[in-house]
């Protein structure tokens, strides 16, 4: 969002200029210190851990022009914080100098509030993506969809949190005709503080599952949570929501708001019919009121069906023929972490190692026992975090529907994901399992025990770091090959 000044800012947080210039544009938002991009806003958060306040002068010196800040209340405390922060980095100094500086009470909720005055500054439709699992793979196929009729702009990478939000919203260009905003949340009344930034005009809602369960208590109180997208939503906007889940499925919309049920279930609006694998890639058929369609994904695993299901949806909604949809759709071939397939030194490797919940590992596990194979089939798991009280439960139950796959071997990384072994052995299951306690030993197995003609699933929380174990195998199997 171009042209607007450390003034606007100011008044639309509720703050005050306390130093420099108040004409200085703003040309970003960045809320690290050490990654500017030049003539940004740099926003101080104050976490559990780290006060960002002391990284004020690095950011400055950094190439931040404004600041927003809630510890210096008068030019006379900026200069000390500039010559307290300068001491050991005397270059800080000019910048710091001839930078502006904005009071205000909270940085949080001024980036939060200086969000939701930049999303009043733009017409363009807004559709919000939520829900307990595939919302970003969700969000990717929803935004390429869209493509087929419009310039589309979508939430970079996992900017779907309290602060994540406000600078995507500022993000939005000026020759985007609709954008597709990912909204995530942790904990109670989050929603509810993203959705007033974001101030969607609809809303797509993928499935109510165990993730965050931690923090919520229950599906129900997650469900609840999540149906608070609606906040600030469009008085004539609808909800998207997935008809093969029960819980879903019989949500009320606020305000008269439109229902839109999208699934494989008898009396979803947007269905679809005959599916079934080729060369073990979804095809089937996607019904829409008169209009009939089939559709050939390039992303593996029958829960993909539900996410172009909802992009097919919200197409339709926004005018665009099912036909050219889908057509686009099936140029979609997955997003980073999330099901990419590759291969390298013979082996063919699934990275869906960004995110996992109990639903979907399954969904990945049933991935990898449909892929075409001429060795094994390896599960690389880790622990699935945020939970709560019924972990061990739901690594269990991981376990147990395993027992019917075809995978040969598991490696799993975590004191939680060992329990998957002892869910798959109460079903009767036989598959060898090792079990590993960190990142350093699992590169080791990989390297010792992979070989070509393998086929190797990742499958964890973030917070594990599957991620590495995926580039390193990935490296070594290259390096090997050359």
Not at 189 to 213: D, F, K, L, S, Y
Not at 270 to 285: K, N
Request: with cysteine; hydrophobic share 40%; proline share 3%.
């Amino acid at each position: 969002m171009k042209g607007i000044t450390a003034a606007q800012a100011a008044m639309a947080v509720g703050g005050k200029v306390i130093y420099g210039d108040p004409g200085r544009r703003i040309g970003h938002i960045c809320l690290d210190s050490r990654k500017m991009e030049g003539d940004d806003l740099f926003v101080p958060v104050v976490g559990e851990r780290v006060d960002a306040h002391r990284f004020i002068c690095q950011a400055l010196a950094a190439g931040a022009g404004t600041v927003f800040t809630s510890r210096q209340e008068s030019g006379e405390e900026v200069l000390e914080t500039v010559t307290d922060q300068c001491k050991e980095n005397p270059d800080w100094r000019g910048n710091a100098l001839s930078s502006t500086w904005i009071c205000v009470d909270d940085t949080r909720l001024a980036l939060q509030a200086f969000g939701a005055w930049c999303r009043s500054r733009t017409a363009i439709p807004l559709v919000g993506i939520t829900g307990s699992v595939g919302k970003t793979t969700t969000r990717e196929m929803v935004a390429c969809a869209l493509e087929a009729g419009f310039s589309v702009y979508k939430t970079p990478g996992n900017s779907n949190s309290q602060v994540g939000v406000p600078v995507t919203v500022f993000n939005i260009p000026e020759e985007a005709e609709i954008g597709v905003i990912e909204l995530g949340m942790s904990e109670p009344g989050e929603m509810t503080r993203i959705a007033r930034v974001a101030q969607v005009n609809c809303a797509v809602m993928t499935n109510i599952g165990e993730a965050h369960m931690e923090q919520l208590g229950s599906k129900e109180n997650i469900l609840k949570e999540k149906l608070c997208i609606q906040e600030k939503m469009a008085e004539d906007g609808a909800l998207f929501l997935n008809g093969d889940d029960p819980l879903l499925r019989t949500v009320v919309p606020e305000n008269s708001r439109k229902k839109i049920l999208y699934g494989l279930s008898e009396g979803c609006d947007c269905r679809g019919i005959d599916l079934h694998l080729e060369a073990g890639y979804p095809v089937f058929t996607a019904i829409l009121g008169q209009e009939q369609v089939q559709v050939r994904l390039k992303v593996m695993g029958n829960h993909m069906v539900s996410n172009a299901l909802a992009a097919l949806a919200v197409a339709a909604y926004y005018g665009i023929p099912m036909e050219r949809a889908a057509s686009q759709l099936e140029q979609f071939e997955g997003f980073k972490g999330r099901q990419q397939i590759f291969t390298a030194g013979g082996v063919t490797i699934i990275d869906d190692s960004y995110n996992a919940s109990p639903v979907s590992m399954k969904a990945g596990l049933e991935v990898l026992s449909s892929m075409p194979c001429k060795g094994r089939r390896i599960a690389v798991l880790a622990d699935m975090k945020e939970l709560g009280p019924d972990t061990i439960r739901f690594h269990q139950e991981v376990g147990e529907g395993l027992a019917d796959m075809t995978i040969h071997q598991l490696v799993l990384l975590g004191e939680w994901a060992a329990e998957i072994e002892r869910g798959l052995l109460q079903a009767g299951g036989k598959i060898p399992a090792v079990k590993l306690a960190s990142l350093e030993e699992t590169r080791q197995w990989l390297s010792d025990c992979v070989r070509a003609g393998d086929c190797v699933l990742f499958k964890g929380s973030n917070s594990m770091g599957l991620s590495k174990a995926v580039t390193y195998l990935r490296e070594n199997l290259t390096n090997k090959t050359e």
